[in-house]
DNA sequence: AGCACGCCGACT
DNA sequence: GTCGGCGTGCTC
């Protein structure tokens, strides 16, 4: 018998390898298998099956699974996935099990006849090594054994799934997160009531995740589980949990999306517009374009909530694909915008700004900055030989930190001390830009009396628990300076929030600028709930009060320059990247990319090739797909030497 | 992806 | 003469 696997590697062929007579009866599609592959031991997923002797092949090492552990919901999900991100079968189902996965440590034997007595009780791992695991198998065969989960206590078989129900609907809901909260529970409880599993998709795990999972476990208790590879063994316990029991509460990040759940009725998706479900290694996928085709193929409804959707999401519901609610965001908020010259960046605050602050201060307030920087400025440059300061190793523009007065390169993570003078031309007349947080709370400083200032950014968040940032922030007279983890921290409520640094968002965000602006302020107020707001903005910001307040009109302005523009949601962006060492070797995969392209009648939905100077030499090339399929000439580009493809790129 | 192999230019 | 970087091809 000959066995086609699927590796976990970017490669899309399978290769084939020959089963030994006495593991035949295990040798089933999805179950995975070790093998040798050229001087390596890899773990991958039998994909077919087919008759015939051993024709020169290598023998498979081990059978891992007694029977399959992915469902046929997960592995269509899977294939689906790897054509719509080209990424080959063997990486994606790799996702679809955890991390650190070891099933004999979990699963126990109970004994169905005499002759198997001996062996009730133990784990499988001691089955094996007291009777042989072929023996132990040959048991399970002849139903002599049965085997249990450590967790549940209950049979461990094959996943039952719950076939496709007719039930598809996928709902967008626009409301703060109070409202939100409300109708997650109620969808939620019903469904669990029904017995069926709940997914719920959170960004992350130690802000929007945590918060949710607290709210959650006060009303469901013992039925919330959270999926998360940080934590192994609960992770497995989460996994037993999915396919065997009955109307859990399933939480978890992007790689849920993947995981087998038996008995599934409900996904819900917190704030599908976050970054984090986008995965960038090894298999690009983003976890909300596949909890939508996920719930689609199973016939399941599911909810997405948010203040500020993505605006692929929007796209759909004006077609029809998805409903959408929306609710009043600033019932209780006021908003304003205090507009200032523009092209003076990171000189000083405004002093309408400073002076605002002062009097929130003196009246005991709490108050929030926003800045979407979290160091002191990102951008130096001489004015005298008009260059600006890049990393000596990898030409990457460096970063200035006033906490040990260093600068940094973000990209190879070297430091150097910092002299005040151009490391071109000795020069001593260096300008600031791009400032952040650093800054900001140095500006305050010397313009206020003592002012109680509390920097909170990711790193810092992570570094200490939330918690206590909470406590200091909530004081009132306290002056909180912060990035984007801001947007995350719902239990932090301040009276006033200072919108500054959209400008910044042009440079780094590209096409998606202004979708992004708008989101991180709408989230923004949506966590930190503000009774005043006041947006910083110079001649060149897009994104004023009026905009903010304007959700729908915004959309449907954000759309119609899309549109007009081709890009995205009305077309997939696929960036291709080719990096080699030399400039000959690359400009001879480049041609070759660029002729194929072009006789394929792509050449007018081409951008590129433009070369890049990083460490190595990079040229890029942007592809517009249409909206849906990818051009088959990807297929034959992924697998090329030094070619890295990515699709759906968040800015190019 | 990881690795072996073969090609070149550089250097004690 | 040989060491090391780089490109190419292969893995059942």
């Given at each position: 018998m000959i066995v086609h696997v699927a590796l976990p590697l970017p490669l899309q062929k399978t290769f084939s390898y020959y089963v030994p007579f006495i593991w035949e009866p295990f040798a089933k599609p999805l179950a995975r298998v070790k093998v040798p592959f050229g001087n390596r031991m890899l773990t991958g997923f039998v994909v077919g099956v087919t008759e015939g002797g051993d024709e020169g092949l290598k023998e498979i090492a081990d059978i891992l699974d007694i029977f399959p552990l992915i469902?046929?919901?997960?592995?269509?999900?899977?294939?689906?996935?790897?054509?719509?991100?080209?990424?080959?079968?063997?990486?994606?189902?790799?996702?679809?099990?955890?991390?650190?996965?070891?099933?004999?440590?979990?699963?126990?034997?109970?004994?169905?006849?005499?002759?198997?007595?001996?062996?009730?009780?133990?784990?499988?791992?001691?089955?094996?090594?007291?009777?042989?695991?072929?023996?132990?198998?040959?048991?399970?065969?002849?139903?002599?054994?049965e085997l249990y989960d450590s967790f549940t206590g209950s049979s461990f078989a094959p996943l039952e799934e719950s076939g496709i129900t007719p039930g598809y609907q996928a709902r967008l809901y626009v409301a703060n997160v109070e409202r939100r909260k409300e109708e997650y529970l109620r969808v939620i409880s019903e469904t669990l009531e029904q017995g069926k599993n709940v997914l719920f998709l959170l960004p992350d795990s130690h802000t929007v995740g945590d918060y949710f999972c607290r709210f959650v476990t006060q009303s469901l208790g013992k039925r919330v589980v959270w999926y998360t590879s940080s934590q192994p063994k609960r992770q497995m316990e989460t996994f037993f949990r999915a396919r065997a029991g009955e109307g859990y509460l399933i939480l978890g990040n992007k790689s849920a999306v993947l995981l087998p759940v038996g008995q599934l009725g409900l996904i819900v998706v917190e704030r599908p517009e976050e970054d984090e479900y986008r995965n960038e290694e090894a298999f690009h996928f983003n976890a909300v374009r596949l909890a939508i085709k996920s719930a689609e193929m199973q016939g399941m409804p599911i909810l997405l909530g948010s203040v500020s959707p993505p605006l692929d999401l929007v796209n759909l519901a004006q077609q029809g694909a998805v409903s959408l609610t929306r609710e009043e965001l600033f019932s209780q908020t006021k908003l304003s915008e205090l507009r200032v010259e523009s092209g003076k960046r990171g000189h000083q605050l405004p002093a309408e700004l400073v002076s605002c602050i002062d009097q929130a201060v003196q009246e005991n307030e709490t108050i929030a900055i926003y800045t979407p920087r979290r160091d002191y400025a990102s951008h130096l440059y001489c004015l005298e030989c008009k260059k600006p300061f890049l990393c000596?190793?990898?030409?990457?523009?460096?970063?200035?930190?006033?906490?040990?007065?260093?600068l940094a390169c973000p990209s190879c993570r070297k430091s150097l001390a910092y002299d005040e003078t151009c490391a071109q031309c000795g020069g001593s007349l260096i300008q600031f830009s791009a400032t952040g947080a650093e800054y900001v709370e140095e500006q305050l400083s010397a313009a206020l009396q003592e002012p109680r200032v509390l920097r909170v950014t990711g790193e810092s968040i992570r570094k200490k628990d939330a918690h206590s940032f909470l406590q200091v922030a909530q004081t009132p007279g306290t002056i909180v300076i912060g990035t984007q983890i801001l947007s995350r921290l719902y239990d932090l409520r301040v009276k006033r929030l200072i919108l500054m640094g959209q400008e910044e968002f042009l440079r780094v965000a590209g096409y998606r600028a202004h979708e992004r602006v708008f989101q991180i302020f709408r989230n923004l107020i949506d966590a930190l709930r503000p009774e005043e707001v006041l947006v910083v903005a110079d001649k060149t910001s897009l994104i004023g009060a009026a905009q903010l307040a304007n959700e729908e009109g915004f959309y449907e302005e954000e759309l119609a320059k899309r549109r007009q523009a081709e890009f995205p949601p009305y077309v997939r962006l696929f960036l291709i990247e080719v990096e080699k060492k030399t400039r000959a070797s690359g400009q001879r995969v480049v041609a070759e990319i660029v002729e194929r392209l072009q006789a394929e009648g792509l050449g007018s939905r081409m951008m590129g090739p433009m070369l890049q100077k990083r460490g190595g030499l990079r040229w890029r090339i942007v592809l517009r797909g249409d909206e849906s399929s990818v051009p088959p000439v990807l297929s034959w580009m992924y697998g090329l030497s030094g070619v890295r493809m990515e699709p759906d790129p968040p800015s190019i």
């Open positions: 469902g046929e919901a997960t592995f269509q999900l899977c294939a689906w996935a790897c054509q719509y991100y080209l990424a080959p079968i063997g990486l994606a189902l790799k996702y679809a099990l955890p991390s650190r996965f070891k099933v004999e440590k979990y699963l126990s034997v109970r004994a169905k006849a005499e002759q198997t007595r001996h062996l009730d009780g133990l784990t499988l791992k001691a089955a094996y090594t007291f009777a042989g695991k072929q023996t132990v198998w040959e048991y399970y065969r002849a139903e002599m054994v000596p190793d990898c030409e990457t523009p460096l970063t200035y930190h006033r906490e040990g007065d260093k």
